[in-house]
């Protein structure tokens, strides 16, 4: 690797790991989220140049990503991250589930359920904040949106969310 | 643990609960692998000519765009098709652009989506200039790079004496191998 080859992975390589969590947490799917990851770093090599001058690459390349993201959503026309056949338990790992262990995929499941009965800005929106712990600042940079229309969006989305878990329904 | 009492646990701290969700590790070699693929893409040759007119037939594979400028959009225009290229190769696209008469003091601009570049000015989204026409065919060669899968378009606009006559090529990827 020359030295502009190091300079470059030294740039990005300690943001891979965290576009990858963010990229699986918005599809729920391991390969799409290397995909997304895989097209965000053919682009900032394509832009080194540009983003080697950047007082913050990862709000850049974070940036990119969701942009990405949110083309790969539209191009499906529904969220991958809860599809019919997710929300149907189909995808679960065929095992038994006992006690404890049944407890925690009742928990999850039904957080699921939970997160899937938000519109996809909330959703996406708390997965950055509650999950990934991104400020609301960082947030509104990266979705291109108001720091007052995250803040409205994780109020609305948890406010669905202690419904959905009140009632145990949508 | 009964289910009216996790929906209780979650209501009491449903963002512990959220951050207990669980995360699927890469797939092995991941950082390296996508960073290996990422850096071919740093070092692209300058471009040897800046777009403009060439007249001479590329060497390399070339698509042609027809369209013609007269006061008005002409009917029966070949459809705009779209280009195919691969990732993360280089492609010529030719662009004709057929003048009934010369014409000087034509504006070109040339906008790219921005997952499209010019092999050589990967910063730059948008370039105009002016230029004159030949009567007949004229051709805009573009060295094309995808940076993406998702494609895009290239809109092509020409300004002349309050004449604005628009063409968008669609360039998509190439599924060949």
Redesign the interface.
């Known amino acids: 690797?020359n030295a502009?080859?190091r300079a470059?992975?030294a740039l990005?390589?300690p943001h891979?790991?965290a576009m990858?969590?963010m990229a699986?947490?918005w599809t729920r799917n391991?390969e799409d989220?290397?995909d997304l990851?895989?097209?965000v770093?053919?682009?900032?090599?394509?832009?080194?140049?540009?983003i080697r001058r950047l007082d913050s690459p990862r709000a850049w390349l974070l940036k990119v990503l969701y942009r990405?993201f949110v083309?790969l959503y539209r191009r499906r026309q529904r969220s991958p991250m809860f599809s019919e056949h997710q929300l149907a338990g189909e995808t679960r790992p065929a095992e038994a589930a006992t006690g404890?262990s049944a407890?925690a995929l009742?928990?999850?499941e039904?957080?699921?359920l939970?997160l899937a009965s938000l519109d996809p800005d909330q959703r996406e929106t708390?997965m950055m904040h509650?999950?990934e712990g991104y400020t609301a600042v960082e947030i509104a940079e990266v979705m291109a949106v108001s720091v007052g229309t995250v803040k409205s969006r994780l109020h609305r989305a948890?406010e669905r969310?202690?419904n959905f878990?009140?009632t145990?329904t949508f | 643990?009964t289910?009216?009492s996790?929906?209780t646990?979650?209501?009491r701290d449903?963002?512990q609960?959220?951050?207990?969700?669980?995360?699927?590790?890469?797939?092995e070699g991941?950082?390296e692998r996508?960073?290996a693929?990422?850096?071919?893409?740093?070092?692209?040759t300058p471009m040897r000519r800046h777009a403009g007119w060439a007249l001479a037939a590329a060497a390399c594979v070339t698509i042609a765009v027809l369209v013609t400028l007269n006061l008005a959009p002409t009917p029966g225009e070949p459809p705009e098709r779209p280009v195919a290229v691969a990732?993360?190769e280089v492609r010529t696209v030719d662009v004709m652009l057929r003048s009934n008469q010369a014409l000087d003091g034509v504006t070109i601009t040339v906008e790219l989506d921005d997952?499209i570049?010019l092999d050589g000015r990967?910063?730059v989204q948008k370039l105009s200039w002016q230029t004159g026409l030949k009567a007949g065919a004229n051709k805009l060669s573009l060295p094309v790079?995808l940076?993406?899968?998702?494609g895009g378009e290239i809109l092509i606009t020409l300004d002349h004496n309050g004449l604005h006559r628009e063409l968008k090529v669609r360039i998509d990827e190439s599924k060949e191998a």
């Open positions: 690797m502009e080859g470059f992975a990005v390589r891979i790991h990858y969590r699986y947490r391991r989220a290397e990851v895989q097209e770093l053919i682009k900032a090599a394509v832009r080194f140049d540009e990405h083309d404890d407890d009742a928990l999850q039904t957080l699921e939970a708390v509650d999950v948890r969310l202690r878990i009140g145990g | 643990m289910l009216p996790v929906y646990h979650m209501k449903i963002e609960a959220l951050r207990s969700l669980p995360l699927e590790a890469p797939s991941f950082e996508v960073l693929n990422a850096l071919p893409h740093l070092h692209r990732l993360p997952n570049a990967p910063d790079m940076l993406d899968a998702r």
